[in-house]
């Protein structure tokens, strides 16, 4: 898989898992998955910023290339 399919991947389970959280977040009784999944997607997040700084690089390598 390439970054820019792992990036729209992540970035389509990342509005998946925030439209839950929305529909739980009232819910006392959720209280511990609500937190889980707020570390899920805190990970999700440290994940996508470090694809695009891997895509970036690459792109900028590539471009050095071509020169």
Do not use: C
């Not at 820019?4 to 998955?33: C, G, W």
């Amino acid at each position: 898989m390439d970054w820019v399919e792992f990036l729209r991947q992540t970035e389509n389970k990342m509005a998946h898992l925030h439209k839950a959280m929305d529909e739980i977040s009232l819910k006392p009784e959720y209280t511990e998955t609500l937190s889980a999944m707020t570390e899920v997607l805190r990970d999700y997040q440290t994940l996508l910023e470090k694809a695009r700084e891997e895509l970036n690089e690459s792109e900028i390598g590539h471009r050095r290339e071509e020169q």
